[in-house]
């Protein structure tokens, strides 16, 4: 697929209310999220066949692959990988992406369309579950102990969580602050991108620890900074459920006060400075 709801930010966390019809805004436009949606650091991928085995020949499960920003790597690694996606037109371009692939060693690649709370899992079990940017939208009341009964002893999840952190284009992130407070009155005043350093991985550490099923979790972060045009930048705005899910009118508002900014005050380009966290979980 971090995601959110009102108060309105720039990045997408849902609160637990709205978990599923915000969910459900991912799949209204899968072309779109394909093309706008950045991918993830090599290195993650690297600290992925390192720490969570994901190597040639391992068994993957993945989480919400969405139109497959981490499925085709995972892929290109040699995983045998089984992705659960639950929005049909996403899992349909993840199904393109990978038709037009070479024929992987570890054999093909399966996209099930299903969302993993109520997907039967497989009699074998795998080395590795992973969910790039989607287990915050799994049930949590299920996400972590059915991961666990997915894996075979030893076998780790991988959470990546990402987010937008202090940096880049600084002062347009706090100019573009005035644009949601006037289209999205709830947003509260002079929110902020948060500071990287202040982000550990805390919540989703103690949620794994809770369950009783998982060694301590172990975190690798990469910082990097992505360049947007003015028609990017508002591409991947929407992209998220938050921006999805304004009425149209305070919706359009924001999108054109927002490309008059980067326009006129910006030169039509803004750069946004992501954290990308990944969390492995060894089962007991």
Not at 87 to 101: D, I, N, S
Not at 199 to 207: C, K, Q, R
Request: glycine share 8%; net charge negative.
């Amino acid at each position: 697929m971090p995601e959110q709801t009102a108060p309105l930010r720039r990045d997408d966390s849902p609160q637990e209310g709205h978990r599923l019809d915000l969910r459900r805004t991912f799949d209204e436009d899968a072309e779109l999220y394909d093309r706008a949606r950045p991918g993830y650091p090599a290195e993650l991928y690297r600290d992925l066949a390192e720490l969570a085995g994901a190597v040639p020949g391992s068994r993957v499960l993945e989480l919400g692959c969405g139109t497959g920003q981490a499925t085709l790597p995972l892929v290109a690694q040699g995983c045998r990988l089984t992705a659960v996606e639950a929005g049909l037109r996403m899992a349909a371009v993840a199904r393109r992406h990978l038709a037009a692939q070479p024929a992987p060693p570890a054999g093909p690649a399966e996209v099930v369309t299903s969302d993993f709370e109520s997907w039967p899992l497989p009699a074998a079990p795998f080395d590795a579950v992973v969910s790039a940017t989607a287990f915050h939208w799994i049930d949590p009341a299920v996400r972590v102990t059915k991961s666990a009964d997915a894996l075979r002893p030893g076998g780790a999840l991988a959470v990546v969580r990402t987010q937008h952190v202090r940096g880049g284009t600084e002062e347009f992130f706090r100019e573009v602050q005035r644009c949601y407070e006037r289209f999205a009155p709830a947003t509260p005043p002079g929110l902020q991108p948060p500071v990287a350093d202040s982000i550990h991985g805390t919540d989703h550490a103690e949620e794994v620890a809770r369950s009783g099923r998982f060694a301590p979790t172990v975190f690798r972060r990469y910082e990097r900074d992505l360049t947007y045009t003015t028609a990017e930048y508002l591409d991947l705005l929407l992209t998220y459920s938050n921006h999805r899910a304004l009425p149209t009118p305070a919706r359009d508002g924001l999108l054109t006060a927002i490309a008059t900014l980067i326009d006129t005050r910006y030169e039509g380009r803004v750069t946004k400075r992501y954290l990308t966290e990944l969390g492995i979980s060894h089962r007991h």
